[in-house]
């Protein structure tokens, strides 16, 4: 039972992302064969943060894989494989794209995973009427409206900027008034929730001093 749920949940998080792809690349005023090379990027960005997952996945139950590899593999991540797959991502990501421009490449990711996150909530409140997949849809909602409505009105650093600042409020406002808080049905810590946000900045006030 709990390998079926798991099953359907990772089958939300994919449908999500699709459609999160799929909404961006419709709606967004950017040049066409540019945001193909972008989606190129993202797609195999989150591809590799899928393979990071299961490495993360087997290093931390090494002692049970060891004796049961299957046992390993059917057994779901937790939220510390989860930050180990977006460490060694976002790592992988800088050190192998020389070029990249990381704030082009977050202001494509941004607004897939913002989208996709509202899409997996919504599933998930549909299949358990879960009440806190409501308040994170409602939340990802906000951020997504706000983004589609301003993204051609002002400029990508400031929509950037308000989103971050948004989300950090959403979702710690969440933090201290619900049980958890949770993206992609993994549980946020407060470090992480901080250190997410201040990376994010960083790159802001490095693209700001750059230009």
Do not use: C
């Not at 049905?185 to 901080?194: E, K, N, V």
Request: net charge positive.
């Amino acid at each position: 039972m709990a390998s079926t749920a798991k099953v359907i949940s990772l089958a939300s998080i994919f449908f999500s992302i699709i459609v999160g792809l799929l909404i961006y690349y419709w709606i967004s005023p950017s040049n066409k064969e540019e945001m193909k090379i972008q989606f190129e990027k993202v797609v195999n960005f989150l591809l590799n943060f899928i393979i990071f997952m299961w490495i993360a996945k087997v290093v931390l139950n090494i002692t049970i894989f060891i004796k049961d590899p299957l046992a390993v593999l059917a057994y779901p991540a937790d939220s510390t494989a989860f930050y180990l797959a977006i460490i060694a991502s976002f790592t992988r990501l800088v050190f192998k794209q020389k070029n990249l421009n990381l704030f082009n490449f977050l202001s494509v990711l941004l607004p897939v995973v913002l989208t996709a996150s509202f899409m997996f909530e919504f599933t998930q409140f549909i299949q358990d009427h879960n009440w806190y997949s409501l308040t994170n849809m409602i939340v990802f909602m906000i951020l997504v409206t706000f983004f589609y409505y301003f993204i051609d009105k002002i400029s990508p650093l400031n929509l950037y900027l308000i989103l971050l600042i948004s989300w950090l409020t959403g979702t710690l406002i969440m933090y201290f008034t619900q049980p958890y808080v949770s993206f992609f049905g993994y549980l946020l810590s407060l470090p992480f929730i901080f250190s997410f946000f201040l990376f994010n900045l960083s790159v802001l006030i490095y693209h700001k001093l750059k230009r």
